[in-house]
T-cell receptor
Framework: DAGVTQSPTHLIKTRGQHVTLRCSPISGHKSVSWYQQVLGQGPQFIFQYYEKEERGRGNFPDRFSARQFPNYSSELNVNALLLGDSALYLC????????????FGQGTRLTVV | AQTVTQSQPEMSVQEAETVTLSCTYDTSENNYYLFWYKQPPSRQMILVIRQEAYKQQNATENRFSVNFQKAAKSFSLKISDSQLGDTAMYFCAFMDNFGNEKLTFGTGTRLTIIP
């Protein structure tokens, strides 16, 4: 079975541009969460979506948005990119009904120049 | 807000030895979950072990075990018979019991197993 897949794996953008990152959860998983991991730090929670609805939001500016599609895949959008948005963006999926185990993808490395 | 602290930025140990990674956390909740995740150079976060706060018994998974001290808010990871493949970043993480599945991570410990 395929694990959590994220695309693209690497991305270089210019300051001020917009970026869309994509995530496909494990088959059967209905919850998707997004994390930002800046170099040398632990991941920081950005969003959680379950059944296409936002369930949680971390302390990130409105430039960050996300959505979940009927097939439970998800997109993370970041507008007006700043140099400080350079990071590894991780997606995690989990099966609902209280199962706490989150399965992570390999992430998208975003570099803003 | 919950916080997770890992006070050991780096550790190294000889292959086959035992190593303990430290983690403390702060929360006002009584029911929650604690995790240790491993992140090798491939970047993918892999769950190593999980502990439910309502369980007094420490979790074990093969060579990995935890020492969970709820009153002290301490959650250390012990790796026995360490192997070269254990070389990675290790993150301690907290999840509350509110169903939003938000993980709060520490800053990580870089563990190197020396042949």
């Amino acid at each position: 079975d395929a694990g959590v897949t994220q695309s693209p794996t690497h991305l270089i953008k210019t300051r001020g541009q917009h970026v869309t990152l994509r995530c496909s959860p494990i088959s059967g998983h209905k919850s998707v969460s997004w994390y930002q991991q800046v170099l040398g730090q632990g991941p920081q929670f950005i969003f959680q979506y379950y059944e296409k609805e936002e369930r949680g939001r971390g302390n990130f500016p409105d430039r960050f948005s996300a959505r979940q599609f009927p097939n439970y895949s998800s997109e993370l959008n970041v507008n007006a990119l700043l140099l400080g948005d350079s990071a590894l963006y991780l997606c995690a999926s989990s099966f609902p009904t209280g199962d706490t185990e989150a399965f992570f993808g390999q992430g998208t490395r975003l570099t803003v120049v | 807000a919950q916080t997770v602290t890992q006070s050991q930025p780096e550790m190294s140990v000889q292959e086959a030895e035992t190593v303990t990674l430290s983690c403390t956390y702060d929360t006002s909740e009584n029911n929650y979950y604690l995790f240790w995740y491993k992140q090798p150079p491939s970047r993918q976060m892999i769950l190593v072990i999980r502990q439910e706060a309502y369980k007094q018994q420490n979790a074990t998974e093969n060579r990995f075990s935890v020492n969970f001290q709820k009153a002290a808010k301490s959650f250390s990871l012990k790796i026995s018979d360490s192997q070269l493949g254990d070389t990675a970043m290790y993150f301690c993480a907290f999840m509350d019991n509110f169903g939003n599945e938000k993980l709060t991570f520490g800053t990580g410990t870089r563990l190197t197993i020396i042949p």
